[in-house]
């Protein structure tokens, strides 16, 4: 059975940094994709980034492009999102997932992703 939990999440001001956590247990950490979505109060979900565990190839929402960067730690079964130039429109409850999909995975629509985390709340205030 797989489970991801997400940590990291918190209050910060505008401009710093936050990295988030999504660790995942049951899941192959070879195979398939991992991804970070985020919801805003009254906003639909949306995509963040995400990584193939295959390659480590890597994909970014263009709001986020040069200030995110999506990484994993094989050893550790865990998906980081380190943020960077944080601004108040970031803010969201942010949801890891994953796919054990192979062949081609359209990153950014959530019904790709077969399992989700409870998400963790960030706060950026300006």
């Known amino acids: 059975q797989v489970q991801l939990a997400e940590s990291g999440g918190g209050l910060v001001q505008a401009g710093v940094s936050l990295r988030l956590s999504c660790a995942a247990s049951?899941?192959?950490?070879?195979?398939?994709?991992m991804g970070w979505f985020r919801q805003a109060a009254g906003k639909e979900r949306e995509f963040v980034a995400a990584i193939r565990l295959s390659n480590s190839n890597t994909y970014y929402a263009d709001s986020v492009k040069g200030r995110f960067t999506i990484s994993r730690d094989n050893a550790k079964n865990t998906m980081y999102l380190q943020m960077n130039s944080l601004k108040p429109e970031d803010t969201a409850v942010y949801h890891c997932?994953?796919?054990?999909?192979?062949?081609?995975?359209?990153?950014?629509?959530?019904?790709?992703?077969?399992?989700w985390g409870q998400g963790t709340q960030v706060t950026v205030s300006s």
């Open positions: 049951g899941l192959t950490f070879s195979r398939g994709a």
């Open positions: 997932a994953a796919t054990t999909r192979v062949g081609v995975i359209d990153y950014p629509q959530t019904n790709q992703y077969d399992y």
